[in-house]
Nanobody
Framework: QVQLVESGGGLVQPGGSLRLSCAAS????????MGWYRQAPGKQRELVAS???????NYIDSVKGRFTISRDNAKNMVYLEMNSLRPEDTAVYYC?????????WGQGTQVIVSS
C-alpha cells in the first residue's frame, strides 16, 4: 500500500504560479506512471499531466506550455510546476500512482485562481 500526500495548493492570482508536490510513502520507481489529475466543481476528474518511468510526459492541451510535471525517484516525489495560471485551472488536484495492477490516489490539494 502506498500513501500519496499532496501539498503546495492555495490561492493565487491569474497569471501567477504554484508548485504542487506529491510525497509517496514507498518507492515510486516501480510504478508505470505518476500523474496529476484535477476535479473542478461539477466536473469530472481529468488527467492533467503524467510522467512515465522512462521520463516521457503527457499533458492535456489546455496546460501545454504552462505546466511541467517532474519526478524525483530518489526522493519518491512528483511535482507539478504551474505557471500562467488561469481561473479555469481552479480545482482540487490529485496525485496518482499507477502500476500494472494498482492505482493509488492522494487526498488532493485545492488550487484557486482568482483575483
Amino acid at each position: 500500500q502506498v500513501q500519496l500526500v499532496e501539498s503546495g495548493g492555495g490561492l493565487v492570482q491569474p497569471g501567477g504560479s504554484l508548485r504542487l508536490s506529491c510525497a509517496a510513502s514507498l518507492t515510486i520507481f516501480s510504478f508505470r506512471a505518476m500523474g496529476w489529475y484535477r476535479q473542478a466543481p461539477g466536473k469530472q476528474r481529468e488527467l492533467v499531466a503524467s510522467i512515465a518511468g522512462s521520463g516521457t510526459t503527457n499533458y492535456i492541451d489546455s496546460v501545454k506550455g504552462r505546466f511541467t510535471i517532474s519526478r524525483d525517484n530518489a526522493k519518491n516525489m512528483v511535482y507539478l510546476e504551474m505557471n500562467s495560471l488561469r481561473p479555469e485551472d481552479t480545482a482540487v488536484y490529485y496525485c496518482n500512482a499507477r502500476g500494472p495492477t494498482s492505482n493509488y490516489w492522494g487526498q488532493g490539494t485545492q488550487v484557486i485562481v482568482s483575483s
